[in-house]
T-cell receptor, first 112, second 112 residues
Framework: QKEVEQNSGPLSVPEGAIASLNCTYS??????FFWYRQYSGKSPELIMS????GDKEDGRFTAQLNKASQYVSLLIRDSQPSDSATYLC????????????FGKGTLLTVNP | SQTIHQWPATLVQPVGSPLSLECTVE??????LYWYRQAAGRGLQLLFY??????ISSEVPQNLSASRPQDRQFILSSKKLLLSDSGFYLC???????????FGNGTRLTVT
């Protein structure tokens, strides 16, 4: 089982819809969870951090964490064409980020 | 605020040539620093991390090396490049335990 798994996509949604991106992880001791957005040819950009169970909202983005089920998700409301990118899930087992494991990313396409 | 600088942005090098990529961080002291590589169609691979001057940990045995001559400077080197060294090289920093990684703009290396 891969440590961090994401559906590679592509996930295609119409403009204005909700995009739902999912990530599962294998190590129950994981403590910190991050979502990064990576535009084609660019470096990853942090968009959300979440550390405890439940929802965390920031503008149009909501991160959801369920440690019992070992998944973390990212919802993007009112999706815009500018949201089209690859979204990387990253999970930290604890301590410094040399223990940070990235998923391979989900490609999201928002169609005008 | 903290900023991370990475250069050059693109590099084309012949097989067997040396490599030196540099990364500097501003606006923080004693950051943890990281070198990642992202090969085409693949996930982020941690190459090296450093928790202080002269302290380098390697995650993957290969023909690359890293050095940290100053607190906010991290250098990735190779004496002889291989075709398989082609990829997108990313420097990242983080300020402490469980805090997120922040990436530089990356260097796209093509070995010919």
């Amino acid at each position: 089982q891969k440590e961090v798994e994401q559906n590679s996509g592509p996930l295609s949604v119409p403009e204005g819809a909700i995009a739902s991106l999912n990530c599962t992880y294998s190590d129950r001791v994981s403590q910190s969870f991050f979502w990064y957005r990576q535009y084609s040819g660019k470096s990853p950009e942090l968009i959300m951090s979440i550390y405890s169970n439940g929802d965390k909202e920031d503008g149009r983005f909501t991160a959801q964490l369920n440690k019992a089920s070992q998944y973390v998700s990212l919802l993007i409301r009112d999706s815009q064409p500018s949201d089209s990118a690859t979204y990387l899930c990253a999970v930290n087992k604890g301590g410094s980020n040399y223990k940070l494991t990235f998923g391979k990313g989900t490609l999201l396409t928002v169609n005008p | 605020s903290q900023t991370i600088h990475q250069w050059p942005a693109t590099l084309v090098q012949p097989v067997g040539s040396p490599l030196s990529l540099e990364c500097t961080v501003e606006g923080t002291s004693n950051p943890n620093l990281y070198w990642y590589r992202q090969a085409a169609g693949r996930g982020l691979q941690l190459l090296f991390y450093s928790v202080g001057i002269g302290q380098i940990s390697s995650e993957v045995p290969q023909n690359l090396s890293a050095s940290r001559p100053q607190d906010r400077q991290f250098i990735l080197s190779s004496k002889k490049l291989l075709l398989s060294d082609s990829g997108f090289y990313l420097c990242a920093w983080e300020g402490g335990s469980a805090s997120p990684l922040h990436f530089g703009n990356g260097t796209r290396l093509t070995v010919t």
